[in-house]
């Protein structure tokens, strides 16, 4: 199957063809860096951390980059308010960014560009903007022209007319339009500036990542991502002035955007008290267990972050380490002579059927919730194997793909040991196995409970009886 992406810009699932062929560049937009990253920053990097696994897994060569906007209107008036240095703020504030995304599991981007260390490209694309009549200058101040762009509103689906009635933009009356919006912003006391053709200043918010982009991965680019919220204004304009810039080379072929997450069904908000940061967030919950509730909802969609989701996640990633151990030690302690017997040779079809379904559901535009729900089947096939007692190849065939899989999601890094058990609870075991054969339930119920006194949890299910540490 081959991989189709939905387009924001098309508001269809297309086929996914990269510029070049088996290379993929991808610019996401990143954190404005005034305070510390909460949970819906870390729903979108972890959508794109998965989608940038799941396109090396297909072979792709992947150039990823993440800027990191550290100068802003929100960066400078927190400054003010804590007495610092804006741009010393955001490098606090950055720093406190890589680690939270490392402590999710996020894998690190290419290149994660400042805006502070691209003055100069910003100000070269300004200038050839002005030249090309697509922007103009006022006092100090440059601004971008919308109404030069035929096309403008495209990405979100509006007119121009639309989008002015309908839109809160800045009241400056010495703009021709009040649509366009600032390339370069004139200093004010205080503000961190640089000097510019027009003055002291600093560049606007969408020119950023123009040049950023621009830079390391070309005038036009296989993705770019973000935040559902970023549509418009911020890669409307972006948009409008790297084409404008680039003379109509479509800037992008793909724009994949996140859906929201609300906490309880409402939006996350520090006057409503319930503001999470990621530092809050992994005092109570392991990482691992986050990322299981992101990847249980598609990408494009919203998702609602409760205790009680949480909590099943929880649940289902204990179910998962447990497997994965159990198949360790059966592949330790198993003296099965290796000859494949015919439920062997079913198993390992259905090993590959599985892993097919996952690359199906992963194909369809990154669809976690179907390939998670597969992989859980995969889980199932690897309790099966426990409890039929089968070979060392079957078993490790089970684990390397559980494994495989795993990693595209994100899963199961955490190095854990998995020893061999004591002897003395081998023997428990099967004495409860024995037990169980004769149906003397109460001797079972009685060895039970003295490995439950021994931090060994046994649960029968219909696949077979397994065993887990207790938690």
Not at 122 to 128: A, D, K, N, T
Not at 159 to 166: W, Y
Not at 402 to 431: C, N, S
Request: positive net charge.
């Amino acid at each position: 199957m081959t991989l189709k992406i939905c387009n924001t810009m098309s508001g269809k699932v297309e086929p996914f063809k990269p510029r070049v062929k088996n290379k993929v560049t991808i610019y996401v937009c990143g954190p404005t860096v005034y305070d510390y990253s909460h949970i819906g920053h870390g729903k979108t990097y972890m959508s794109f951390d998965l989608i940038t696994r799941y396109l090396e897994y297909k072979g792709y060569d992947v150039k990823y980059v993440v800027n990191i906007t550290d100068i802003d209107d929100k960066i400078i008036k927190r400054a003010n308010e804590s007495g610092m240095d804006p741009l010393e703020l955001a490098k606090k504030f950055e720093k406190a960014f890589h680690c939270d995304m490392h402590a999710l599991g996020i894998k690190d981007a290419d290149v994660y560009p400042t805006v502070s260390g691209h003055i100069p490209e910003i100000i070269e694309i300004i200038q050839i903007l002005i030249k090309k009549g697509f922007a103009y200058v006022v006092d100090s101040d440059v601004y971008f022209t919308v109404s030069k762009v035929e096309d403008y509103g495209k990405l979100a689906h509006q007119t121009l007319d639309a989008i002015k009635s309908g839109a809160r933009v800045e009241v400056d009356r010495r703009k021709k339009n009040p649509a366009d919006f600032a390339l370069w912003k004139s200093s004010k006391a205080g503000e961190p500036h640089w000097s510019s053709p027009w003055g002291e200043g600093r560049p606007g918010w969408h020119i950023e990542c123009t040049a950023m982009s621009m830079k390391y991965l070309g005038q036009q680019i296989d993705i770019h991502g973000g935040g559902r919220d970023l549509i418009f204004p911020h890669h409307e304009n972006e948009l409008a002035q790297s084409e404008a810039y680039s003379g109509k080379k479509p800037f992008a072929s793909y724009w994949l955007h996140t859906g929201f997450l609300t906490i309880n069904g409402e939006k996350m908000s520090k006057s409503l008290g319930n503001f999470i940061t990621i530092i809050d967030l992994l005092e109570e919950w392991n990482p691992e267990v986050f990322r299981l509730f992101i990847l249980s909802t598609h990408y494009r969609k919203p998702v609602n972050f409760t205790q009680k989701t949480l909590e099943h996640q929880k649940q289902s990633l204990r179910r998962i380490y447990n497997t994965v151990d159990n198949l360790r030690l059966h592949i330790q302690n198993t003296q099965k002579i290796e000859i494949q017997d015919r439920l062997e040779e079913e198993i390992q079809k259905q090993i590959s059927r599985v892993k097919d379904a996952i690359i199906n559901g992963m194909d369809n535009d990154f669809n976690t919730p179907k390939a998670l729900s597969e992989f859980y089947n995969l889980i199932k096939i690897g309790n099966k194997v426990i409890a039929e007692k089968m070979g060392k190849s079957t078993t490790t065939m089970v684990l390397n793909t559980i494994m495989e899989i795993a990693h595209v999601f994100g899963l199961l890094e955490k190095k854990r040991k998995v020893e061999a058990l004591p002897e003395e609870i081998q023997m428990l075991l099967k004495e409860r196995e024995m037990s169980r054969n004769k149906k003397n339930w109460k001797k079972a119920d009685e060895i039970r409970l003295k490995l439950k006194s021994m931090g060994i949890i046994v649960e029968d299910k219909p696949e077979g009886t397994q065993w887990r540490y207790q938690s």
